[in-house]
């Protein structure tokens, strides 16, 4: 609560503003902690769905809940990344299509076209040395293609 300066009286709190109680109770209601299985991440989802429709305003304390529980959510999917390991041509393949490559353009880092053909196929391994040469021209790490 605040008071003007002129009257002295008490007035109401300003619209918007932050109200611990509130925010307390829906802490009590939801019980946020932090994600450590696919479990929990689903309930803390299926929590945060419905705080999330655009034409839906927000109080305060909502916003601040839904602010937590994003960054837990954020935290876990960064310590548990969902993406499937790719074997290396995967990669490559992955790679020229994103680019608009064809085989074609790595024919500076593999030296001829059957080559080239047999490591985007994972016919052929990809040497120590193109790994090198894929990764300078992806900005990856050589160890994404070997």
Do not use: W
């Not at 995967?90 to 608009?100: F, N, T, V, W």
């Not at 076209?113 to 894929?134: C, F, N, T």
């Not at 990764?135 to 990856?140: H, V």
């Amino acid at each position: 609560m605040s008071t003007t300066a002129t009257s002295g009286k008490r007035t109401a709190a300003a619209k918007g503003r932050f109200n611990r109680r509130k925010y307390a109770a829906l802490l009590a209601d939801v019980a946020p902690r932090i994600i450590e299985s696919p479990e929990e991440l689903k309930r803390a989802s299926r929590l945060i769905e419905p705080l999330l429709y655009p034409e839906r305003r927000l109080t305060p304390e909502e916003d601040a809940l839904v602010r937590l529980l994003l960054k837990l959510i954020d935290d876990y999917q960064t310590a548990h990344p969902v993406f499937p390991p790719l074997k290396p041509h995967e990669i490559l393949q992955a790679l020229m299509d994103e680019h608009g490559l064809r085989q074609a353009d790595l024919l500076d880092v593999f030296g001829s076209r059957s080559r080239v053909s047999e490591a985007v196929s994972g016919k052929r391994a990809i040497s120590k040395e193109q790994a090198k040469r894929l990764g300078e021209r992806f900005c990856l790490s050589p160890a994404a293609f070997i």
